[in-house]
């Protein structure tokens, strides 16, 4: 927020961001893709690394057609355990996309009480 408000990023800039959501209230979360996107469409390059499902669906959510967003997964195989990378425009076209697998898990541990 620090950086928004100094005019630190700018047009050109690049921001990476671990956990955006980490310690914010899940009320916060819309105010927070929203602000991200919009520093994208000011020319902004954002990066950011979240194991969260509601803040990855949320950008498909808020994105505008001219948004330019890309879906990026690292995962490590059953088999081999060498390390895949994906990359999807959707965060549902994700294959190998551990936190959806977890999410689906724990919605059915909710539904199934």
Do not use: C
Request: aromatic content about 12%; hydrophobic content about 40%.
């Amino acid at each position: 927020w620090q950086l928004v408000k100094n005019g630190t990023l700018e047009k050109g800039s690049i921001l990476f961001w671990d956990e955006p959501e980490a310690n914010i209230n899940p009320a916060y979360i819309s105010i927070i893709v929203e602000m991200l996107l919009e520093l994208q469409r000011k020319g902004v390059q954002v990066f950011i690394s979240t194991h969260d499902y509601m803040i990855a669906n949320y950008f498909e959510v808020k994105k505008a057609a001219a948004d330019s967003i890309v879906f990026h997964s690292l995962s490590h195989s059953g088999s081999t355990g060498e390390l895949q990378y994906e990359k999807a425009y959707r965060f549902g076209d994700l294959k190998n996309n551990a936190i959806i697998t977890a999410f689906n898990k724990l919605l059915d541990e909710i539904y199934d009480m």
